[in-house]
């Protein structure tokens, strides 16, 4: 037994920050910024928490599902940095919705909603779960350097939410990691201690782009094969793949090494940058709204990131929500 998502939601703060917003406060343009990335515009916090943003997402996807917060049994969220060290994300949001399960968080940086998806499927093997509710939310307007033009302008905030239940959709599921801090980092904060002897690092994202990306491309591929065959299908199984979305020139790179038409590859980057492991759940829910998915539809989810993690799973789409095509 493993899960079936009964639910999806998502939630982004209300500021829109255009590539020509940006060119007033940085050396940059939208003819740099979207031949480049695909990006057009991201939704930038102002007033807004990451709570709220998990809030937003974790309401809709239990809205969408039509169950309670009281029947959860676990409550994941996949953060790179919630509000507070600690309590975690994931306690704060049992809290506000007024649940009464576990919650716990899992950085898994990009790839953050398919190590919570992994850990979802172990609690359901075990039959410890009914009900869990896996929520990624990320402020990356907060972790990045906003004068380092080479990596602000990629990134966006945004949360995206699942209601899992039991059954037997997630058909295969892998996550990986290579572990080391030299190609993408954002260090934690230094503290004051006076016995402290180590160097303070700035607390920013700090990126090789042409690693990352050279990363991003090979692994998205291997990870796209490998699940697809262990979940006893082939390419032209799948209906549609659900990348990170981090840059549309690694989306359409993948694709072409996986001669994978490119109309089946679902993207929002361009109103959304990269929302860190939020980008794909967020994408989801887009997609489950707007009907894009029947049942019994094949969908990958591939990503990457920091860590260097990567994860990706074959699910079937057996309808979550009101909105889906039979
Ligand atoms: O979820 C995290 C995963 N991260 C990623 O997936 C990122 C992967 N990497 C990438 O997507 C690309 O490497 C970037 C989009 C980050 C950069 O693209 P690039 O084609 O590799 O550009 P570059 O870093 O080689 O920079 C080319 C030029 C440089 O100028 P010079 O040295 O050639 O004069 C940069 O200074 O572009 C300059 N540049 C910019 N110019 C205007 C860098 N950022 C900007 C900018 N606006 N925002």
Redesign the pocket.
């Known amino acids: 037994m493993s899960f079936s998502i009964i639910g999806t939601g998502s939630g982004f703060p209300e500021r829109v920050v255009t590539n020509d917003d940006l060119a007033q406060l940085?050396?940059?343009?939208d003819e740099?910024?979207r031949p480049?990335?695909g990006i057009r515009e991201r939704r930038v916090a102002t007033k807004e928490t990451v709570l709220d943003l998990a809030l937003a997402a974790a309401r809709n996807a239990l809205d969408s599902s039509g169950i309670g917060p009281e029947e959860l049994d676990c409550i994941l969220c996949a953060t790179l940095r919630g509000d507070y060290f600690t309590p975690s994300l994931a306690c704060l949001l049992q809290g506000a919705l007024g649940a009464d399960c576990p919650a716990f968080d899992i950085n898994g940086a990009?790839s953050g909603f398919l190590y919570a998806l992994d850990v979802a499927d172990c609690y359901f093997a075990r039959g410890k779960a009914q009900k869990i509710m896996v929520v990624a939310a990320e402020m990356m307007s907060k972790l990045v350097d906003w004068k380092d033009?080479?990596t602000c302008?990629?990134f966006g905030d945004g949360a995206g939410a699942v209601v899992l239940g039991p059954g037997n959709d997630l058909l295969s599921i892998k996550v990986t990691a290579k572990g080391g801090a030299e190609l993408?980092r954002a260090p934690n904060v230094h503290g004051n201690s006076p016995f402290d002897e180590t160097e303070e690092l700035p607390c920013v994202v700090y990126?090789n782009?042409?690693e990352?990306?050279k990363f991003?491309v090979s692994s998205m591929q291997r990870d796209v094969q490998e699940v697809v065959q262990q979940a006893g299908l082939t390419l032209e199984d799948v209906n549609y793949i659900l990348p990170?979305q981090?840059?549309i020139?690694?989306i359409d790179a993948a694709a072409h090494k996986l001669k994978m038409p490119r109309e089946r590859i679902l993207t929002n980057i361009d109103r959304h940058g990269?929302t860190?492991g939020a980008g794909i759940p967020a994408l989801l829910d887009e997609c489950a709204r707007a009907g894009t998915f029947h049942r019994g539809d094949i969908l990958v989810m591939s990503s990457?990131?920091?860590g260097l993690t990567t994860g990706a799973c074959v699910l079937r789409w057996s309808g979550a929500g009101k909105e889906q095509k039979e």
């Open positions: 940085l050396d940059t343009s740099w910024i480049r990335t990009c033009r080479s302008v990629l993408l990126m782009g042409q990352v990306y991003a990170h981090a840059n020139r690694i990269n860190s990457f990131g920091s």
